[in-house]
């Protein structure tokens, strides 16, 4: 009997890296018009999106504080007759993605000029399938969360005209455990993290009060994560896998894990139109460069060194959004995308419930006094199914959701 024992490496390929699955920006603004107001800043929340805006955004302290849960949700079923049982969903695990932003507005030699931090989830998530599910010797549990903290500073080298750098520090955490077959209680689990500092340059052009164009690029990151891997396996399995001459492709005995993980390099490019004094239209087109994600390398400290193919291509979104002054008090914002992503079918896995999608998204803000807003957002996104093909993927059909609220406020202290 061949005994499926524990691919680290098929772990590696989590949520993080899948245009579908990336999180999106949480500030409640942005959520509402799906992050299509590039070009239309109207808080701190500039300082992640696009850093050059905030020379337009006055001076002195701003902050937009956001928290949000997203709850994700995968529906699994076997296409080859073969496996039991023939269906799954992931089980209910909320996360709670933040959105931290302040920046200080000044004058330097009477030109515009500001200066930015703060920090966010950009990508990641988690994947809980049951501990029975027929897929367990794939996948069983993913919880892998992509930080990053910026640092922005903004000139404006004219009235129509600002521009901004970026300094990025992506920084990586994961817990993943996979089963082992065919011993229903044995499993290996991984448990890394790392981090990688890059760069990201932005404009933001104004060539009248009614219309605005920017453009934003942050480069990527590679992150070497390092932490441990645990296994527990039925007696002699560990032992008789690690020794010269075993017909296991895999060391199952506790050991250092390390691999490279890639945050891609992303472009945003959007405009923005007041078409009436109480009406805002924004759009934006994001391209990433996914093309990176060819593969995960496992390497473990006692010999293990497993690629595991992912062959992605890179991804696009296309956002539309709006906002509406209904009152002097109330704000009223919605909008909807299309995201496309870079999957191949041929490596689909459970441990990467990715698709093509579809988004929409409403919410409102409401001025508690001069200079404090509150707002609040729903999110939806319905991703499109997908069917696994080729000997390298998990079989099966994979349908998923998901849904965030979001919360925040956005304060500018001595506004009137």
Same mark, same amino acid.
């Given at each position: 009997m061949r005994i499926q024992i524990l691919a680290l490496a098929l772990l590696v390929p989590a949520v993080a890296l899948a245009n579908g699955y990336d999180v999106p920006n949480v500030n409640p603004r942005d959520l509402a018009m799906v992050s299509s107001g590039l070009a239309a800043p109207a808080d701190a929340g500039a300082a992640y999106s696009n850093p050059a805006a905030m020379a337009r955004l006055g001076p002195g302290l701003s902050l937009s504080l956001a928290g949000s849960v997203l709850i994700l949700n995968t529906s699994w079923s076997d296409t080859t007759g073969t496996l039991s049982p023939s269906t799954a969903s992931t089980k209910f695990k909320p996360v709670p993605p933040v959105s931290l932003f302040g920046m200080y507005g000044f004058k330097v030699?009477?030109?515009? %000029?500001?200066?930015?931090? !703060?920090?966010?989830?950009i990508a990641g998530g988690n994947v809980f399938w049951p501990d029975d599910w027929a897929g367990r010797g794939r996948i069983i549990t993913v919880d892998r969360k992509i930080y990053a903290g910026y640092l922005s500073g903004a000139f404006a080298p004219s009235q129509y005209v600002r521009v901004g750098v970026q300094a990025v520090y992506y920084y990586g955490t994961e817990y993943l455990k996979q089963g082992i077959q065919p011993f229903p209680d044995a499993y290996g689990e991984l448990s890394t993290k790392g981090g990688a500092l890059a760069p990201a340059f932005s404009v933001d052009v104004t060539p009248s009060d009614r219309l605005s164009f920017a453009a934003d690029f942050k480069y990527l990151g590679k992150m070497n994560l390092k932490g441990d891997g645990h296994f527990v396996v039925p007696a002699g399995i560990a032992a %008789?896998?690690?020794?010269? !001459?075993?017909?296991?492709?895999w060391c199952v005995q506790d050991q250092g894990v390390t691999h490279e993980l890639t945050y891609p390099s992303v472009l945003n490019v959007g405009a923005a139109y007041h078409a009436t004094r109480q009406l805002l239209v924004s759009a934006t087109y994001t391209y990433n460069w996914y093309e990176v994600y060819k593969e995960d390398v496992f390497v473990g400290s006692k010999g293990a060194n497993i690629p595991v193919p992912r062959n992605y291509g890179n991804g696009q979104t296309y956002r539309l959004g709006a906002e509406y002054d209904a009152s002097d008090r109330l704000q009223l914002r919605a909008g909807v995308e299309r995201d496309v992503s870079g999957l191949k079918t041929s490596t689909y896995s459970p441990t990467l419930p990715d698709a093509s999608s579809w988004c929409g998204a409403v919410g409102a803000g409401f001025n508690l006094s001069p200079g404090m807003q509150l707002s609040a957002t729903v999110f939806h996104a319905w991703f499109d199914r997908v069917t696994a093909t080729g000997t390298e993927a998990f079989p099966g059909t994979y349908k998923t959701d998901v849904w965030i609220g979001s919360v925040?406020?956005?304060?500018?202290?001595?506004?009137?």
């Open positions: 030699a009477g030109y515009d %000029a500001a200066v930015g931090a !703060g920090l966010n989830v %008789a896998s690690c020794v010269p !001459g075993s017909t296991s492709p925040g406020l956005s304060w500018r202290p001595g506004a009137r």
